[in-house]
């Protein structure tokens, strides 16, 4: 009798404890997010630009390119990482940023809102952002429990010098193969759409993403819901940017990567989905093919992991009839601040 009053005891406690923990609830599939302005941006009444400079970026949260798995970082660690990667986006004189793995208020990056902090430094003093993890308690990794992630909130941010309206987040669907309670405290992917004023008569509109990274039939589907909405919901100036956590179909290697034995994208066609929507082309393959004698594989593409890139996750895709590439690449000046390397790319306005 003792062992079982034990034993529903502790079934209590652990109720309660995933009950308390997995909350607050990430929201509705489809939320209206806001949108934050220091004042001092491009004035939308400007006439519209010719050409914009825009980035893609994973920051990984300002913990750096190590995985900080059991062995979270100090303040003074991420707040370093954090200036260099604000310091790296001014320097780029990019006009737009989109980031993935942006920390809003989470224990592990001493619940500094890293959007505010980097749209601060930058100067890029518009943003907006779209939440997609949210929990009171990570208790990841498992052992030791000093290192758990803690409180979580974070996300996806646009930052520019240009004003932007109408920020929204589609939720993704989570992997089907995870148990319940494993997604209870899993990251939601999502979507992140959000317009750009550039001047009276020019909008364009972002859809910051990030993939599902560790199934692949998730991943392609949430590619398929992602080429849907942006056929639906697309205007003449639009970017579809970000970390799809896939290669491309013609890379020549699909799994055994030293840094990451597990990864295996054999069967994988995310990019492949990517490239079938109409009327857009990819920043980067555009610019290998645009008056150039050699292949394309001397444009740098390799964006991970960020100090010896074996593989492509990143990607810029914008609509061909009302944009073309002046220069794209990755810049591997960004080496030493993420796992990732941004995508840079400087677009002509038809």
């Known amino acids: ?42 004035d939308a009444s400007k ?37 260099k990667i604000a310091f790296f986006i001014r320097n780029s004189g990019v006009d737009l940023a989109a980031l ?52 979580m909130h974070s996300g996806q941010c646009v930052l520019s010098r240009f004003p932007l309206e109408h920020n929204m987040r589609y939720l993704l ?16 992917r999502a979507i992140q759409q959000v317009d750009v004023s550039l001047g009276p008569s020019g909008k364009m509109r972002i859809f910051n993403v990030h993939l599902e990274a560790f199934n692949i039939e998730n991943r392609m589907l949430q590619a398929r819901m992602l080429t849907k909405r942006v056929a639906s919901q697309e205007l003449p100036l639009t970017l579809v940017l970000g970390d799809f956590n896939s290669i491309p179909p013609e890379a020549p290697k699909k799994n055994g990567f030293p840094d ?22 990819e920043a980067i393959e555009t610019f290998s093919l645009k008056g150039r004698t050699g292949p394309s594989s001397d444009i740098p593409s ?11 996750l990143d990607y810029l895709f914008y609509s061909l009839s009302s944009m073309k590439v002046i220069t794209a690449g990755v810049d591997n000046k960004g080496a030493g601040l993420s796992d990732h390397l941004p995508i840079i790319a400087e677009l002509k306005i038809r």
């Open 47 to 83: 006439s519209l630009p010719s050409n914009l400079k825009v980035m893609t970026f994973n920051i990984a949260y300002g913990r750096g390119p190590v995985d900080d798995i059991g062995d979270l970082r100090e303040k003074v660690a991420i707040q370093g990482f954090l200036d």
């Open 173 to 188: 669907p989570q992997p089907g193969t995870n148990s319940l309670l494993y997604n209870l405290f899993y990251l939601h």
């Open 100 to 151: 993935q793995e942006v920390d809003f208020d989470s224990h592990r990056t001493w619940r500094i809102n890293e959007a505010e902090y980097l749209a601060k430094a930058t100067g890029l003093s518009n943003y907006a952002c779209v939440t997609t993890w949210h929990n009171r308690y990570i208790p990841y990794p498992y052992w030791p429990p000093n290192q758990h992630y803690g409180r």
């Open 302 to 312: 390799l964006t991970f992991p960020s100090q010896a890139p074996s593989r492509r």
């Open 260 to 281: 990451e034995p597990g990864a295996d994208f054999r069967g994988d066609s995310t990019i492949q989905i990517m490239r079938n929507m109409k009327g857009f082309s």
């Open 1 to 42: 009798m003792i062992v079982l009053m034990t034993a529903f005891s502790v079934l209590v406690l652990f109720v309660i404890f995933v009950l308390w923990a997995s909350r607050p609830s990430i929201g509705k599939e489809i939320s209206d997010c806001p949108v934050v302005s220091s004042g001092s941006g491009n």
